[in-house]
């Protein structure tokens, strides 16, 4: 049992559907991530924030819309989604101290997302 | 620009024995943090060891074990003993101090034999 806990677990939906991924961390941690794992592709970092705020946007499509609306809770919110967009989304949290760099980040189980 | 390379995509060790995954990182930030994630195959992502780069000792956690060599930029996992259970993909990856951007290497996939 991680202390991240990601929901769905898998998720089938249509290019023209619309959904929400889930985060939630119970670790008290002040900074979390979305990243895609496409396979055979290394983790993509897609958002990170921090103390609510977002730090981090890499260039990611405008189909994918972040929401944190407190340190503990994370959305990915999904619209009109294309077929390449198929991949396991996970979420990481990690505390950040003044910008140490020594804290590892937890990750959650991810959402297997698969668009038809 | 930040950069983690992982040479092997595959490798095969028998159980028992010792298995060294390689890594091997670019940055110019004198500053920076070093890890290693294991991901079996049901998704989850598990943090294993870390590594500063002003540490003077190399890390270990249990059987795992970094051999850090800073002027060569590497930061390779040494999995000892290894277990059944060790057969998963393992990430090499980097964060600058300052930075909450984390680099992920492409991973090697790791089988353990019986």
């Known amino acids: 049992e991680t202390g991240v806990t990601q929901t769905p677990r898998h998720l089938v939906m249509g290019m023209t559907n619309k959904k929400s991924l889930k985060c939630e961390q119970h670790l008290g941690h002040n900074a979390m991530y979305w990243y895609k794992q496409s396979a055979k592709k290394p983790l993509e970092l897609m958002f990170v924030y921090n103390f609510k705020e977002q730090t981090e946007n890499n260039s990611v499509p405008s189909r994918f819309s972040p929401e944190c609306p407190n340190s503990s809770h994370l959305f990915l919110h999904l619209h009109t989604l294309q077929p390449e967009d198929s991949a396991l989304y996970l979420c990481?949290?990690?505390?950040?101290?003044?910008?140490?760099?020594?804290?590892?980040?937890?990750f959650g189980d991810g959402t297997r997302l698969s668009i038809l | 620009a930040q950069k983690i390379t992982q040479t092997q995509p595959g490798m095969f060790v028998q159980e028992k024995e010792a298995v060294t995954l390689d890594c091997t990182y670019d940055?110019?930030?004198?500053?920076?943090?070093l890890f290693w994630y294991k991901q079996p195959s049901s998704g989850e992502m598990i943090f294993l060891i870390y590594q500063g780069s002003y540490d003077q000792q190399n890390a270990t956690e249990g059987r795992y074990s970094l051999n850090f060599q800073k002027a060569r930029k590497s930061a390779n996992l040494v999995i000892s003993a290894s277990q059944l259970g060790d057969s998963a993909m393992y990430f090499c990856a980097m964060r600058e101090t300052g930075g909450f951007k984390t680099i992920f290497g492409a991973g090697t996939r790791l089988f353990v034999k019986a």
């Open positions: 990481a949290s990690s505390q950040v101290y003044g910008g140490d760099s020594n804290q590892p980040q937890h």
């Open positions: 940055t110019s930030d004198p500053s920076y943090g």
